[in-house]
């Protein structure tokens, strides 16, 4: 009669670990630990091309390699590379292997320095220090500093959160999120939440957290390249082009994109601050006469900072709709055959009366104030010396005819190479401001009349 194999009582392998003081070690498997030299934490290791251990405590040398199986403390200094948890599962059945997989608290983690010239590599977690010539590795969550030639990488299939920092020549990856500093040449990396730093050619984070996150956090994220992408931003993001999708927080660029609605709660929206801005909402244009010149054009674009998902879209709370607009600005004096252009970033605040969508008396008049810098041209080509105007400026208007006229007052700080400021016919009485450095500097009272579609 044979038996079912499952009455048979399976015998498992109990893998054995020992402590040593030192092990020399020629190559793994010929060392003073002999060719069971995997089953050994020691505290002191010198290895003359590669070492191979259970685990080091306070010291590890190799000239080539540093290998352990399960986890090692202290610090570890290696030509090549340095390598904690590989062969985790050595003299261990497949069953066994499963066995211990399966188990929550199976980790093979380093805690310590690790210095290779050319990888470091943790399969689990790493506390502590990591610097290689090339790269640096940890297949699950990192608390420290990563340093390396090439890339960074925290990072497997689900998991690998960063706390510290990350530097590197071209990359850094921490998939799970990163609460501190991503530094690299080229291109930075989360899939989750940034709180903190990246900074970068190119850097890209899920989640931007900043004031505005649910739930209340105190961190705050900054995101600084030529490229910055997020699908959350509830911080700032500072480069060439932003995308931010859902924007809470700031952006400043050359070129912004974000969502007219980023969201549906009742907070205040981002600012977007840059020349092209994507998704605006509440774009005007303006046309008015001014000290410096007879005919002026502006036109705007950005969003609308606490506009309600109600029909109306006042604000539930607050007294004013407002709106944070960037403009684009060319004036023009054809009697004296002057002209110039510049860029301003302004709020318009138009009144709420009610929350009703057809209440007449909504929109109905409104206040502006902000800055404008204008680059002034003495004639028709264009002035190749230094001149820079700062217009602060205040504006009242008034709809008319489904239109708004304005008139506005401002304060001019004028910066110029050439002395003579006669020279740019502004039509004002001026004050000298003395030298700025080896620039002149002027200002004036100033003022606008306008109408805005």
Not at 276 to 301: D, M, P, Q
Request: aromatic share 12%; hydrophobic share 35%; with cysteine.
């Amino acid at each position: 009669m044979i038996l079912p194999a499952m009455a048979f009582g399976q015998v498992k392998k109990k893998m054995r670990l020992y402590e040593k003081n030192m092990q020399v070690s020629l190559f793994p498997g010929i060392s003073t630990n002999g060719i069971n030299s995997g089953s050994y934490f020691n505290k002191y290791s010198l290895n003359l091309f590669g070492g191979f251990s259970a685990g080091n405590k306070i010291l590890e040398i190799g000239l080539l390699t540093n290998s352990n199986t399960q986890s090692s403390t202290g610090i570890q200094l290696a030509g090549l590379a340095n390598i904690i948890g590989t062969n985790a599962f050595l003299n261990l059945s497949q069953s066994e292997e499963r066995d211990l997989i399966n188990k929550e608290e199976f980790e093979t983690n380093g805690k310590g320095i690790q210095l290779a010239g050319f990888l470091n590599y943790v399969r689990t977690h790493s506390s502590g220090i990591q610097i290689g010539g090339v790269l640096n590795v940890v297949g699950g969550d990192l608390s420290g500093i990563q340093m390396a030639g090439i890339g960074n990488s925290v990072a497997n299939s689900a998991n690998g959160y960063t706390r510290g920092l990350q530097l590197a020549g071209f990359y850094n990856i921490s998939r799970e999120s990163i609460a501190g500093m991503q530094l690299s040449g080229l291109f930075n990396y989360t899939d989750g939440q940034l709180s903190g730093t990246q900074l970068g050619l190119i850097n890209k984070a899920k989640i931007l957290v900043g004031k505005h996150t649910l739930p209340s956090t105190k961190a705050r994220s900054l995101q600084l390249g030529l490229l910055n992408l997020s699908k959350e931003m509830d911080g700032i993001q500072i480069g060439l082009v932003n995308f931010g999708r859902a924007a809470l927080g700031t952006q400043i660029g050359l070129i912004n994109f974000f969502e007219k609605y980023p969201t549906k709660e009742n907070t205040k929206k981002g600012t977007p601050i840059g020349l092209f801005n994507f998704g605006s909402k509440g774009s005007v244009f303006r046309a008015s006469y001014n000290e410096l010149f007879t005919a002026n054009i502006e036109y705007t674009t950005g969003n609308c900072l606490n506009c309600s998902v109600a029909q109306s879209e006042m604000p539930f709370a607050g007294k004013r709709q407002i709106f944070n607009q960037n403009a684009l600005i060319l004036g023009y004096n054809p009697l004296q055959e002057t002209w110039g252009f510049g860029y301003g970033f302004l709020k318009i605040a138009y009144n709420k009366s009610s929350m009703l969508p057809t209440d007449p008396n909504n929109r109905k008049k409104f206040i502006s104030y902000g800055v404008r810098l204008i680059h002034l041209n003495r004639e028709i080509n264009f002035d190749n010396s230094f001149n820079l105007l700062s217009r602060l400026h205040i504006e009242y208007g008034k709809r008319w005819f489904g239109h708004y006229v304005f008139i506005g007052a401002s304060f001019n700080y004028f910066i110029h190479e050439i002395q003579d400021v006669e020279v740019y016919k502004i039509n004002s009485p001026k004050l000298s401001a003395g030298n700025l450095f080896k620039y002149s500097s002027t200002f004036w009272p100033g003022y606008t009349v306008g109408v805005q579609l």
